[in-house]
């Protein structure tokens, strides 16, 4: 029996098949390689742990031969879903590609699924299906109300998954990721995106003299700083709850969706000053105004997760910055 990742050579998916194999599973990669750091599948296959990675298989989601292969060739008995597009900024000038890939393709999986008797299913979703907060920290009964297409495709794709749970069985369970940050503790897979919009990296990215500098966006929120606050939460505690969910989902457990987050809030100047710290040096920085539709404040409240789960995120902030870090090192050595 093996896990199916999709999206397994991303940024997230990479961190959760190293800690499933780790855990003992087997796992079987599928990815399109559109997107993130190209030579994560070679270093995934080096990596020998308790569990295998069996195979990658290059395929797309909106190719339904594709799943059908994989489904065949492999003993599945069960899929964690990241196979997605992620920009916002993108999903709002090109909607058309966020609903045909995250909700069709979804849509595909889920279909093959149920067409090969697979019955559990852990899916990356996200703390844009609330929209602007009405309260923080925000707990799964929050309203949800996406703001973009991004986070509307992956609010449709819960409701998608309600009705197959319904109507065939497929039990879920929905992950809600607020900011997700860090790299694998040995150095072994980390963040890629082009273009880099995260906070973490691009500060980081400012700290090697090629005359980048930093841009703050926004001083003039209602926070202790004047800076967003957002809850930030380690990429390898976020590939734990995965394994976690699996487990619920092993002993029955009903559909359901969580927080992951840490119940805490950090600044954007006070990110910077843990980079600064952290590296040791000067980065450079310019205050500018704020950027379209990032709400003040967005801190989870993840009790449902410590409660249902027995999740329980360990990694500061601190460790989230040098990891990534290191990752950054590594990653310009080898461009
Ligand atoms: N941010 C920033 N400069 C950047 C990238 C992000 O000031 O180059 C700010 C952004 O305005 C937000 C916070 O950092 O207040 C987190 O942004 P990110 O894109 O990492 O995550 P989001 O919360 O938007 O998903």
């Given at each position: 029996?093996?896990?199916?990742?999709?999206?397994?050579?991303?940024?997230?998916?990479?961190?959760?098949?190293?800690?499933?194999?780790?855990?003992?599973?087997?796992?079987?990669?599928?990815?399109?390689?559109?997107?993130?750091?190209?030579?994560t599948?070679?270093?995934l296959?080096g990596?020998?742990?308790?569990?295998?990675?069996?195979?990658?298989?290059?395929?797309?989601?909106?190719?339904?031969?594709?799943?059908?292969a994989?489904?065949?060739?492999?003993?599945i008995?069960?899929?964690?879903?990241?196979?997605?597009?992620?920009q916002?900024?993108?999903?709002?000038?090109?909607p058309?590609?966020?609903?045909?890939?995250?909700?069709g393709?979804?849509?595909n999986?889920l279909?093959a699924?149920?067409?090969?008797?697979?019955?559990r299913?852990?899916?990356s979703?996200?703390?844009?299906?609330?929209?602007?907060?009405?309260?923080?920290?925000?707990?799964?009964?929050?309203p949800?109300?996406?703001?973009?297409?991004?986070g509307?495709?992956?609010?449709?794709?819960?409701?998608?998954?309600?009705?197959?749970?319904?109507a065939?069985?497929?039990?879920?369970?929905?992950?809600?990721?607020?900011?997700?940050?860090?790299a694998?503790?040995l150095?072994?897979?980390?963040?890629?995106h082009?273009?880099?919009t995260?906070?973490i990296?691009?500060?980081?990215?400012?700290?090697?003299?090629?005359?980048?500098?930093?841009?703050?966006?926004?001083?003039?929120?209602?926070?202790?700083?004047?800076?967003c606050v957002?809850?930030?939460?380690?990429?390898?505690d976020l590939?734990?709850?995965?394994?976690?969910?699996?487990?619920?989902l092993?002993n029955?457990?009903?559909t359901?969706?969580?927080?992951?987050?840490?119940?805490?809030?950090?600044?954007?100047?006070?990110?910077?000053?843990?980079?600064?710290?952290?590296?040791?040096?000067?980065?450079?920085?310019?205050?500018?105004?704020?950027?379209?539709?990032?709400?003040?404040?967005?801190?989870?409240?993840?009790?449902?997760?410590?409660?249902?789960?027995?999740?329980?995120?360990?990694?500061?902030?601190?460790?989230?910055?040098?990891?990534?870090?290191?990752?950054?090192?590594?990653?310009?050595?080898?461009?």
């Amino acid at each position: 029996m093996a896990i199916l990742v999709t999206g397994g050579e991303g940024y997230i998916g990479s961190h959760c098949v190293i800690a499933l194999m780790d855990a003992g599973y087997d796992t079987v990669v599928f990815d399109n390689e559109s997107t993130g750091f190209a030579s994560t599948g070679r270093i995934l296959s080096g990596i020998g742990s308790k569990g295998k990675l069996l195979g990658i298989m290059k395929g797309d989601l909106l190719e339904r031969k594709d799943l059908d292969a994989v489904f065949s060739r492999y003993d599945i008995d069960a899929a964690i879903h990241f196979a997605a597009f992620s920009q916002v900024a993108e999903s709002m000038g090109d909607p058309a590609k966020y609903y045909r890939n995250n909700v069709g393709g979804t849509m595909n999986l889920l279909d093959a699924m149920k067409d090969h008797g697979v019955k559990r299913i852990v899916f990356s979703s996200t703390a844009a299906t609330y929209g602007e907060p009405e309260y923080v920290p925000i707990d799964e009964k929050h309203p949800q109300n996406p703001i973009n297409p991004y986070g509307r495709t992956k609010l449709d794709i819960e409701y998608m998954m309600d009705d197959y749970d319904r109507a065939y069985g497929i039990k879920s369970v929905r992950l809600r990721y607020f900011n997700v940050a860090g790299a694998d503790t040995l150095g072994r897979v980390g963040e890629c995106h082009d273009p880099e919009t995260h906070l973490i990296p691009n500060i980081l990215k400012s700290t090697f003299g090629d005359g980048r500098t930093f841009r703050m966006f926004g001083t003039d929120y209602p926070t202790r700083d004047g800076t967003c606050v957002r809850d930030y939460v380690n990429v390898e505690d976020l590939a734990d709850a995965h394994i976690l969910a699996l487990k619920y989902l092993e002993n029955g457990g009903k559909t359901d969706f969580f927080n992951l987050g840490t119940n805490e809030g950090s600044t954007v100047k006070e990110v910077f000053a843990v980079c600064e710290k952290v590296t040791g040096k000067k980065i450079p920085v310019s205050e500018e105004g704020r950027r379209p539709g990032d709400p003040a404040t967005l801190v989870a409240d993840n009790k449902k997760a410590r409660a249902v789960l027995g999740w329980a995120p360990s990694r500061t902030l601190e460790h989230s910055v040098k990891t990534a870090y290191d990752w950054e090192v590594r990653r310009r050595s080898e461009c």
